[in-house]
């Protein structure tokens, strides 16, 4: 069954350091996506990166990279320079070529950016 | 290019009653899916539409129900609400074959 794993609740991290957050998932599908989004306390889930499972470099979208490790089904999140705003709820999310629609989303991440 | 809107942002119902939330998706953008989100639970997918069509569904009883109309707009309606349905629920969008959902900024539900 496929499922999301995400170990941290919680992370504080001094502003513009570099910060790492962790998610493993499972699944018995070769075919799948892996997806990290942003939930401010506005509740707006807000789309960062996206990684294939057959794209065979790591994701980049500005200060967010994806750190992917197919063979340990790892896609940890990489935000380099934190900011102030990116204090938030961050969510890693999966969704299967066979289950078409269906997104499965981890329990969460909530990173607090110190100044 | 305007983003997914859902309406109302905030309600307030009783139990028993029934409720009817709308998710206007990014033009172009031709599936809608809905998701609850509960400080218990997470974030749990309830079904999807396509074209008109429920192509998906999650594992919610049958008081929850959607559809969706031509024009791709989308509505999920609550029959006979209980307190656990008090809920944060957001719409997303995407185009035909993508992966990545665009989601609204959600309905908070509240069930008295």
């Known amino acids: 069954a496929q499922k999301i794993t995400q170990t941290q609740p919680g992370m504080f991290v001094q502003e513009k350091e570099a910060v790492t957050l962790d998610c493993t998932y499972d699944t018995s599908d070769q075919s799948y996506g892996l997806f990290w989004y942003k939930q401010p306390s506005s509740g707006e889930m807000i789309f960062l990166i996206y990684?294939?499972?057959?794209?065979?470099q790591n994701a980049t979208e500005g200060r967010y990279s994806l750190n992917f490790q197919k063979a340990r089904k790892s896609a940890n999140l990489v935000i380099s320079a934190s900011q102030l705003g990116d204090s938030a709820m961050y969510f890693c999310a999966m969704r299967e070529s066979s289950s078409a629609s269906k997104i499965i989303f981890g329990s969460g991440t909530r990173l607090s950016i110190r100044p | 290019k305007a983003g997914v809107t859902q309406t109302p942002r905030y309600l307030i119902k009783t139990r028993g009653q029934q409720v009817t939330l709308s998710c206007s998706p990014i033009s172009g953008h031709r599936s809608v899916s809905w998701y609850q989100q509960t400080p218990g639970q997470g974030l749990q997918f309830l079904f999807e539409?396509?074209?008109?069509?429920?192509?998906n569904k999650g594992n919610f009883p049958g008081r929850f129900s959607g559809r969706q109309f031509s024009n791709s707009r989308s509505e999920m309606n609550v029959s006979t609400l209980e307190l656990g349905d008090s809920a944060l629920y957001l719409c997303?969008?995407?185009?035909?074959?993508?992966?990545?959902?665009?989601f609204g900024p959600g309905t908070r539900l509240t069930v008295t």
């Open positions: 539409y396509f074209s008109e069509t429920q192509r």
């Open positions: 997303a969008s995407s185009t035909a074959g993508a992966y990545e959902q665009y």
């Open positions: 990684q294939g499972s057959y794209d065979e």
